[in-house]
Nanobody
Framework: QVQLVESGGGLVQAGGSLRLSCAAS????????MGWFRQPPGKEREFVAA????????IYVDFVKGRFTISRDGTKNTVYLQMNSLKPEDTAVYYC???????????????WGQGTQVTVSS
């Protein structure tokens, strides 16, 4: 059984930073990719960033490039999302997800965490 547990969300002022963590347990050896998605209030869930097994060549959606950084620690089965220069429009529930079919296709993520709330005040 796979379990993904996010932490690190909270309330921050615009321009501030947060670091999200996602601890994975279970059949983590099958994960070829891990990613972060978010769901803003009243909107659909959207892809944010993803990283492959080796940690090289992460990918980002355009609106977070240069502000967010995804990384993973294989020894801890943990993936991180460092979020800098946060904006009110980054307010959302952030979800960690895992895929065993690569990492670049957002539709291939089939394991999900419960989400963590990030609220950015103006």
């Amino acid at each position: 059984q796979v379990q993904l547990v996010e932490s690190g969300g909270g309330l921050v002022q615009a321009g501030g930073s947060l670091r999200l963590s996602c601890a994975a347990s279970g059949r983590t050896f099958s994960f070829s990719g891990m990613g972060w998605f978010r769901q803003p209030p009243g909107k659909e869930r959207e892809f944010v960033a993803a990283i492959g097994r080796t940690g090289s060549r992460p990918i980002y959606v355009d609106f977070v490039k240069g502000r967010f950084t995804i990384s993973r620690d294989g020894t801890k089965n943990t993936v991180y999302l460092q979020m800098n220069s946060l904006k009110p429009e980054d307010t959302a529930v952030y979800y960690c997800a895992a895929s065993n079919a690569g990492y670049s296709d957002p539709t291939k993520y089939n394991y999900w965490g419960q989400g963590t709330q990030v609220t950015v005040s103006s």
